[in-house]
């Protein structure tokens, strides 16, 4: 199943702002991944995004049931709505979505020490009946340019201020800063340390690339889950090296004259990325 299929001519499409970096795919239809498209080599993952990690009854997809859309969006495309939804029924599932930052990809591998921190907007329904600590996480990839490899780190919020019972029914904005927390599942003697934060892995790490992020939910979550993410940001040094993500679908966008020829090439479902300043907590 293809996941993004992205438009590469950028400027014409005026989109966020002047920084607009990586893509814009406001398309017809709902588009849901199921454990049958985890890490799918049929998914070209155009701008670097995959379905990752799919477990069991797992789901993951842009869709408009948690709408979260941005002003640039709902400009730019009338009546589009979306976010990135996950829903999960048992402690076996889990849903995941990867970007890949590589030559290849929109954005390239870039320095550890480059990584200012980042912002993501996460939403828990209160029909989930999981742990209520439990919310999707953002996560990078990190190569340790050591002996250590590649390692994950992760921020959640329950370990970030928000306690054992997160809030319900009502969109929340987490923001990554050097003092946040970042636990790891992998790394070597780190691994489920909960109190190591950014400026730390740093410190560690002196010499690593940032290769990935993602976000993702499930996996030892009792009970079902239901729950959304969008506006993910991400701040590199330099003000003009910011990424912006807003997951979209619009099912009566209607582009302008001078892109639709551009436009008719493309289908799938929405996804807005741009640069732009990391948002404020």
Not at 103 to 120: Q, R
Not at 172 to 185: E, K, P
């Amino acid at each position: 199943m293809n996941l993004f299929r992205t438009i590469t001519a950028l400027a014409p499409l005026g989109l966020l702002s002047a920084n607009l970096q990586a893509g814009v795919v406001v398309l017809p239809g709902e588009t849901i991944g199921t454990v049958a498209d985890a890490w799918s080599s049929t998914n070209p993952g155009q701008q670097g995004w995959y379905f990752g990690d799919i477990r069991n009854s797992g789901t993951v997809g842009i869709t408009k049931t948690y709408d979260r859309t941005s002003a640039a969006a709902a400009a730019a495309f009338p009546g589009s709505q979306g976010s990135l939804e996950f829903n999960l029924t048992s402690g076996a599932d889990k849903g995941g979505l990867n970007q890949y930052f590589n030559s290849s990809a929109a954005v390239a591998a870039f320095p550890l020490l480059d990584l200012v921190g980042a912002a993501y907007d996460w939403f828990r329904s209160s029909s989930s009946t999981n742990s209520a600590g439990q919310a999707p996480a953002l996560f990078f990839s990190i190569d340790t340019k050591t002996a250590d490899g590649v390692i994950g780190v992760k921020y959640e919020p329950t370990y970030n201020g928000f306690g054992s019972s997160l809030p319900t029914d009502a969109w929340q904005t987490s923001t990554i800063t050097g003092t946040t927390n970042l636990w790891s599942w992998n790394a070597p003697g780190r691994s489920w340390v909960f109190n190591i934060a950014l400026q730390d892995w740093k410190t560690i790490y002196p010499n690593a690339l940032v290769t990935g992020m993602g976000v993702d939910a499930g996996s030892g979550w009792n009970g079902v889950f239901s729950g959304a993410v969008d506006f993910i940001t991400v701040d590199r040094t330099g003000t003009a090296n910011d990424l912006f993500f807003d997951f979209q679908v619009a099912d009566a966008a209607v582009p302008e004259p001078g892109t639709l020829a551009i436009w008719g090439t493309f289908g799938g479902l929405g996804l807005i990325a741009a640069r732009r300043r990391r948002r404020g907590a």
